[in-house]
């Protein structure tokens, strides 16, 4: 997906989302202003995954929003115990 194929969703109801720091149109971390304005729900409900956790931007996004972050590789066992601990 693109970030211009999020944007076209953004207004869906998620319980939560699941952003690629890399897209092929941009950053996803540009989607998160977007998403906690449509749906304030999602506030420490939005994962971004990376290949590179010590990214400035990554940093950043942390420290602005209450975002988790996964880096990459990792287990669907990962995904599983970070969900169980949103229940």
Do not use: C, Y
């Amino acid at each position: 997906p693109s970030i211009q194929q999020a944007r076209s969703i953004v207004h869906e109801p998620f319980r939560a989302v699941f952003l690629d720091l890399t897209l092929p149109d941009g950053s996803g971390l540009s989607l998160i202003p977007d998403l906690l304005r449509q749906q304030p729900h999602l506030q420490n409900h939005i994962v971004i995954m990376t290949g590179d956790p010590s990214d400035i931007n990554v940093r950043n996004a942390i420290e602005e929003h209450p975002v988790e972050l996964m880096a990459k590789p990792f287990r669907i066992s990962d995904i599983n115990k970070l969900l169980a601990s949103w229940a």
